[in-house]
């Protein structure tokens, strides 16, 4: 496609259940972003992915939090044992190396 | 450590007059420096970049200014319209590390 996609657009889930969010980024890109954006508040880093190097994991919440990406593809972010204020828009991005990065247009999640 | 920020958590502005939204950073490593847009229930969207080698960009109604010295940059926005009302974030970046995104400011334009 042209642009990153994310799936689902949006997500209620049971206190305890595990999520997986999906990104699609767009096609050659190198650089994959994965950052949430709780109600009211900015943009919070959770993870990055570049090339073939180690992902920055520095943002990551907690050990529930893990996410994947295989080579220049699509990425899983998974959230273990939800807890509701894990409860926010996940967002995706991705970029060629140095350039602006685009957006997908969120998960929304809902923990209940 | 916040290495991005934006002071101002929110701007209110009259149809028509200019909109400066703030922007302050700390690593002189970064090179290159962007503003986005996010509207509701979306994902944020480019609007204009600069790179460090540079001290202004101009696209249309929308101009950012960069100045290294004081590691601040700002977007203006002129005139300003009711569509431009959305929360802006900027962000720098490097060659050698990942995008790194301010808190935001919310701009309302109002008629």
């Known amino acids: 496609g042209a642009g990153v996609s994310q799936s689902p657009s949006n997500k209620v889930t049971e206190k305890g259940k595990d999520v997986e969010l999906r990104c699609d980024p767009i096609s050659g890109h190198t650089a994959l972003y994965w950052y949430r954006q709780r109600l009211g508040q900015g943009l919070e880093f959770l993870i990055y992915f570049q090339g073939n190097s180690a992902p920055d994991k520095s943002g990551l919440p907690s050990d529930r939090f893990s996410a994947e990406r295989t080579g220049e593809s699509v990425s899983t972010l998974t959230i273990q044992r939800t807890q509701q204020e894990d409860s926010a828009v996940y967002l995706c991005?991705?970029?060629?190396?140095?350039?602006?990065?685009?957006f997908g247009q969120g998960t929304r999640l809902t923990v209940v | 450590d916040q290495q991005v920020k934006q002071n101002s958590p929110s701007l209110s502005v009259q149809e028509g007059r200019i909109s400066i939204l703030n922007c302050d950073y700390t690593n002189s490593m970064f090179d290159y420096f962007l503003w986005y847009k996010k509207y509701p229930a979306e994902g944020p969207t480019f609007l204009i970049s600069?790179?460090?080698?540079?001290d202004k960009n101009e696209d249309g109604r929308f101009t950012v200014f960069l100045n290294k010295s004081a590691k601040h940059l700002s977007l203006h926005i002129v005139p300003s319209q009711p569509g431009d009302s959305a929360v802006y974030f900027c962000a720098a970046g490097s060659n050698t590390d990942k995008l790194i995104f301010g808190t935001g400011t919310r701009l309302q334009v109002f008629p």
């Open positions: 600069i790179s460090s080698i540079k």
């Open positions: 991005a991705s970029t060629l190396w140095g350039t602006e990065a685009f």
